[in-house]
């Protein structure tokens, strides 16, 4: 096997610090920072090293500190310190994170599959007690609380309310958890989200473990978990599976990557934040192709660039495709850390403990060693403009002086012609300068105010007519719906709300609107979700709250809302009207997903924002807006306000940060983090080293991974008449595969919890129930968005049953395959599972009986969930698709070459042959996406759990 579990190899100590075993090099030594002695692991030791980029730095260490002389040798340590910049990545290591952070929709099933597991291990024969995390292990209660009560006071207390109402059965079983495992922590509901959490409290940026001193690498249950990145701290998002074998001291095997250098110059302009910023480096690295790619950050540039948006950056790193998107340590860093209230031990540890190892970024020092890359970005921040991205790809970045024409454009993909669109030339004009839903080139920007505006003329605007329908609110209020209405303006976690630049920024936008005498629209679902309380507070300290909650951002929750999907239903009467007329109606949100179907059922478009941007479109009301040239309202004397009217100035931003931020407030908010609310601390907590499974739950059940498992796994098999379940189009994410967002009476999950007696107001959401297997495989490809081609112009989780001809749920249809016993397969085009680390994409599609997915590309957290789940990921020939081949998904399709995995190594090929209804084979090699022997391992076994539970058995 590629890796034994490290606790068989004698590799952790007592309290899961990794040591090496062997040191080959003599890197091991000491360290004194004041009083302290810290035991670490010299980079020096090894030439070859300094020339690395700070990421490879980090990962060199974590194979000098774990070097065991089998799993990880002196080779591997010799790989990287003769890394060359410009190879495809070939050499695989093992790299082994030193600590687990989840949130709860993800971190759920992590406590389920691991409450399994000590079941499973006794029916081997095994210790029970083996099960248990041998890295620290924080989970965070934060994408549970819904958007159901806003604008008014009260919409924080109700919404907690009423979430641990929903979620009453999820909440006891994870203070079980809490109880029955060691070094599992839970920072409760009400607190922040996990990133922010994670880069004010929980980052270490140093670890200091019995007696040694390390760099915090972690991997988290969620693609954000790169937030964190901004701090100095190595780490990615990965799948629940990945996760559970990490926290049980099972190594992430991985290729030594390709490192993408980002050169940042320049200051950015006024009126520009940090959003736009982002934005525009999402585009750019989108664009260059960086998945599967760490991106780093260098040059004098970066110490620039404040702490909060090195985060930002970070964060939006599963939106450019990168694994990581590092800054190194610098005195920001170090300011950072004692501003949210790190002891300043640590901070000087830190400090000391990265000049020592040459981790310290400081291009002016004497000696200093620019790190090579294998390639080259850059970007001058002067020339960022004010941008969202939309209407359904982060990627998508629109200058806000053009925003209007493009909605235009796009507005097309969205409305039948006659229901408020009429063609001319001149729209075919509009599409050709700006192709639908791919926003403008900049990489030549056009010479633009503070504000973006061009100086050249702008584009033609297409000419469209509007469909206005009439509204009235349960207060008697009128108003008119029309399409490209922002029914959805929403501040929420987790990208900006840890920005106290863009954060305050909004304040301050605010209080001047309502000084001007603005109003949000009456259409306007408004909600301010911060991250953390710190965020509160600071308003509060500023004044701010007043006018915040004038335009109707009332405080709704901490934690992740409408970018998971968390939204929250529309007033009646909004819902009524766009569904009664089929209106394309948008959102506009602060955070960093914006795919189809996933903010709200009735919302077509949804555009990512800064939060100033975020006030300003509840105030216009609508997409259909300049903000040059059209003003948001009047003033009391009849003056028309604009945008630039109430924009605050840079300056007036940093006044009050330096008047209402402090030290102060970390201390206080974090003192007692784990402790909970009146409602966490009143909940009955369930006692026992195993879980007793209630088999009426429709929470938490206990999963069918591991019956009928055996000691030794059984041998790999090809793939015979498999039938395809899904023909699926080019950029499927996970949201389009993993259940997500609110659960339809009438969809296979509706239906099953209606058997099982819940209410239809008690269904709660796909992601509160992650526990419970049934729910969740209903839910598999049954996004509303999706496009299955086995069907003509249908949407949502529907195909067509091959046996019958009939068209069929998804997940009916598996079942009925099931009951022939007949494998199936799944046809996809390129980026195949972009988006979040859905463990489910990955367990759904196994559970549904799925044996293989052919795409011609992944995206990197997929593939390897698929294969922890024991699903072969193959990808057509190069240069062709199922379209190319001319494969409809009718065919029958037979796999052979898997089983030469039992005798060796990874084929690099098999072959599929698929067999048309009237006889014609259509024959071609796929590409084995197998990518390491590592991975091979996980698969022989059928999964990465099956893996870990054989080995610690076996040990």
């Known amino acids: 096997m590629h890796a034994q579990v490290q606790a068989a190899a004698g590799q952790r100590t007592r309290d899961g610090a990794t040591v090496s075993t062997v040191n080959s090099f003599g890197a091991k030594g000491t360290l004194e920072v004041g009083d302290a002695s810290h035991e670490i692991y010299r980079l020096s030791a090894v030439p070859g090293l300094e020339r690395l980029p700070y990421s490879l730095k980090v990962l060199a260490e974590n194979l000098l500190r774990t070097e065991d002389g089998e799993n990880i040798t002196a080779d591997h340590v010799r790989a990287l310190a003769e890394w060359d910049p410009a190879a495809e990545p070939s050499t695989e290591i093992q790299f082994t994170p030193a600590r687990v952070v989840m949130q709860d929709f993800t971190g759920v099933p992590c406590v389920v599959d691991l409450a399994t597991m000590r079941e499973a291990v006794a029916d081997l024969?095994?210790?029970?007690?083996?099960?248990?995390?041998?890295?620290?292990?924080?989970?965070?209660?934060?994408?549970?609380?819904?958007?159901?009560?806003?604008?008014?006071?009260?919409?924080?207390?109700?919404?907690?309310?009423?979430?641990?109402?929903?979620?009453?059965?999820?909440?006891?079983?994870?203070?079980?958890?809490?109880?029955?495992?060691?070094?599992?922590?839970?920072?409760?509901?009400?607190?922040?989200?996990?990133?922010?959490?994670?880069?004010?409290?929980?980052?270490?940026?140093?670890?200091?473990?019995d007696g040694k001193a390390y760099p915090d690498t972690l991997v988290g249950t969620d693609s954000h978990t790169t937030m964190v990145n901004g701090l100095g701290v190595l780490g990615w998002g990965v799948g629940g599976i990945e996760a559970e074998a990490a926290m049980l001291g099972q190594p992430v095997s991985m290729l030594i990557p390709r490192v993408v250098g980002f050169k940042l110059k320049g200051e950015i302009p006024a009126g520009v934040t940090a959003t736009d910023v982002v934005l525009t480096i999402t585009q750019m690295l989108r664009q260059h192709g960086v998945v599967g790619k760490f991106v780093e950050f260098y040059g004098e540039g970066v110490a620039e660039v404040p702490l909060a948006n090195r985060a930002t950056i970070g964060n939006m790193s599963p939106e450019?495709?990168?694994?990581?998107?590092?800054?190194?340590?610098?005195?920001?860093?170090?300011?950072?850390?004692?501003?949210?209230?790190?002891?300043?031990?640590?901070?000087?540890?830190?400090?000391?403990?990265?000049?020592?190892?040459?981790?310290?970024?400081?291009?002016?020092?004497?000696?200093?060693?620019?790190?090579?890359?294998?390639?080259?970005?850059?970007?001058?921040?002067?020339?960022?403009?004010?941008?969202?991205?939309?209407?359904?790809?982060?990627?998508?970045?629109?200058?806000?002086?053009?925003?209007?024409?493009?909605?235009?454009?796009?507005?097309?993909?969205?409305?039948?012609?006659?229901?408020?669109?009429?063609?001319?030339?001149?729209?075919?004009?509009?599409?050709?300068?700006?192709?639908?839903?791919?926003?403008?080139?900049?990489?030549?920007?056009?010479?633009?105010?503070?504000?973006?505006?061009?100086?050249?003329?702008?584009?033609?605007?297409?000419?469209?007519?509007?469909?206005?329908?009439?509204?009235?609110?349960?207060?008697?209020?009128?108003?008119?719906?029309?399409?490209?209405?922002?029914?959805?303006?929403?501040?929420?976690?987790?990208?900006?709300?840890?920005?106290?630049?863009?954060?305050?920024?909004?304040?301050?936008?605010?209080?001047?609107?309502?000084?001007?005498?603005?109003?949000?629209?009456?259409?306007?679902?408004?909600?301010?979700?911060?991250?953390?309380q710190v965020v509160t507070n600071y308003y509060s300290k500023a004044g701010l709250w007043p006018y915040l909650e004038k335009l109707g951002?009332?405080?709704?929750?901490?934690?992740?809302?409408?970018?998971?999907?968390?939204?929250?239903?529309?007033?009646?009467?909004?819902?009524?009207?766009?569904?009664?007329?089929?209106?394309?109606?948008?959102?506009?949100?602060?955070?960093?997903?914006?795919?189809?179907?996933?903010?709200?059922?009735?919302?077509?478009?949804?555009?990512?924002?800064?939060?100033?941007?975020?006030?300003?479109?509840?105030?216009?009301?609508?997409?259909?807006?300049?903000?040059?040239?059209?003003?948001?309202?009047?003033?009391?004397?009849?003056?028309?306000?604009?945008?630039?009217?109430?924009?605050?100035?840079?300056?007036?931003?940093?006044?009050?940060?330096?008047?209402?931020?402090?030290?102060?407030?970390?201390?206080?908010?974090?003192?007692?983090?784990?402790?909970?609310?009146?409602?966490?601390?009143?909940?009955?907590?369930?006692?026992?080293?195993?879980?007793?499974?209630?088999?009426?739950?429709?929470?938490?059940?206990?999963?069918?991974?591991?019956?009928?498992?055996?000691?030794?796994?059984?041998?790999?098999?090809?793939?015979?008449?498999?039938r395809v379940l899904a023909k699926l189009g080019d950029s499927v994410t996970t949201d389009h595969i993993s259940p997500a967002g609110s659960i339809k009476p009438d969809s296979p999950a509706g239906r099953y919890l209606a058997e099982h007696g819940v209410e239809r107001r008690d269904f709660n959401s796909y992601g509160s129930r992650r526990g419970n297997h049934e729910v969740m495989i209903r839910g598999t490809f049954a996004n509303i968005r999706l496009r299955n081609q086995l069907l003509d112009g249908?949407?949502?989780?529907?195909?067509?049953?091959?046996?019958?001809?009939?068209?069929?749920?998804?997940?009916?249809?598996?079942?009925?395959?099931?009951?022939?016993?007949?494998?199936?397969?799944?046809?996809?085009?390129k980026e195949y599972g972009s988006g979040s680390s859905r463990d489910w994409a990955a367990k759904g599609t196994a559970l549904l009986g799925v044996r293989a997915v052919i795409t011609e590309s992944f995206e990197r957290i997929h593939r390897s969930n698929l294969i922890g789940m024991g699903v072969l990921p193959l990808q057509f020939p190069a240069g062709e698709s199922a379209e190319s081949l001319g494969l409809d998904g009718t065919e029958t399709f037979d796999i052979s070459g898997i089983s030469a995995l039992n005798d060796g190594p990874t084929p690099r090929t098999v072959q599929v042959r698929a067999t048309k209804e009237d006889g014609t084979v259509v024959e071609f090699d796929a590409v084995v996406r197998i990518d390491t022997p590592g991975e091979a391992d996980y698969y022989r076994n059928g999964g990465i759990l099956q893996y870990v539970l054989r080995s610690l058995v076996a040990s």
């Open 125 to 209: 024969g095994g210790d029970p007690a083996a099960i248990n995390p041998l890295s620290p292990a924080e989970l965070v209660i934060d994408h549970s609380v819904q958007i159901d009560v806003f604008g008014r006071p009260d919409a924080f207390e109700r919404n907690v309310e009423i979430e641990y109402q929903r979620n009453h059965e999820r909440y006891q079983f994870l203070r079980w958890g809490q109880t029955a495992f060691d070094d599992f922590k839970v920072v409760p509901p009400g607190t922040g989200i996990v990133h922010q959490v994670n880069i004010e409290y929980l980052a270490r940026v140093v670890m200091t473990r």
């Open 320 to 532: 450019f495709g990168s694994t990581a998107a590092m800054f190194p340590i610098d005195g920001v860093t170090l300011d950072y850390l004692r501003l949210t209230g790190r002891d300043e031990a640590q901070v000087q540890l830190v400090e000391a403990y990265a000049k020592e190892q040459g981790l310290w970024l400081d291009p002016s020092a004497e000696g200093y060693v620019e790190p090579q890359f294998s390639e080259y970005l850059e970007l001058d921040l002067s020339t960022v403009v004010p941008s969202i991205a939309g209407p359904k790809r982060p990627q998508d970045r629109i200058e806000l002086s053009r925003a209007k024409e493009q909605f235009h454009a796009d507005l097309c993909n969205y409305v039948v012609e006659g229901q408020g669109i009429e063609k001319s030339p001149v729209d075919q004009e509009l599409a050709d300068t700006f192709p639908a839903s791919d926003a403008p080139s900049h990489d030549a920007h056009e010479e633009s105010s503070p504000l973006g505006e061009p100086t050249s003329s702008p584009a033609p605007v297409a000419r469209r007519a509007h469909k206005l329908v009439d509204v009235t609110a349960p207060d008697g209020r009128t108003y008119q719906l029309d399409h490209g209405h922002v029914v959805i303006a929403s501040i929420t976690s987790c990208t900006n709300t840890s920005n106290p630049e863009v954060m305050l920024a909004a304040g301050l936008l605010a209080k001047r609107a309502v000084e001007k005498g603005l109003q949000a629209k009456p259409w306007v679902k408004t909600s301010m979700a911060p991250g953390s």
């Open 794 to 829: 249908v949407e949502g989780g529907f195909t067509k049953n091959l046996l019958t001809g009939e068209q069929t749920t998804i997940y009916d249809a598996a079942q009925a395959y099931a009951e022939a016993g007949i494998p199936l397969v799944v046809l996809g085009g």
């Open 553 to 722: 951002y009332h405080l709704v929750g901490y934690g992740c809302t409408t970018c998971i999907g968390n939204s929250g239903p529309l007033p009646d009467e909004v819902s009524a009207a766009v569904n009664a007329h089929d209106l394309a109606v948008a959102s506009v949100l602060s955070g960093n997903r914006n795919f189809e179907g996933r903010i709200n059922p009735d919302v077509k478009m949804n555009y990512l924002a800064s939060p100033p941007l975020v006030i300003a479109y509840a105030l216009a009301g609508t997409m259909d807006f300049d903000f040059e040239s059209e003003p948001l309202g009047e003033s009391e004397d009849g003056t028309p306000v604009y945008l630039r009217d109430i924009w605050p100035t840079p300056q007036e931003v940093q006044d009050t940060i330096a008047s209402s931020i402090s030290r102060e407030m970390f201390t206080a908010d974090y003192a007692d983090v784990f402790a909970g609310d009146e409602h966490w601390r009143n909940l009955d907590t369930p006692e026992g080293d195993t879980f007793a499974w209630d088999p009426e739950s429709t929470y938490v059940r206990k999963p069918p991974y591991f019956e009928g498992m055996t000691l030794e796994p059984a041998p790999v098999t090809d793939i015979s008449g498999a």
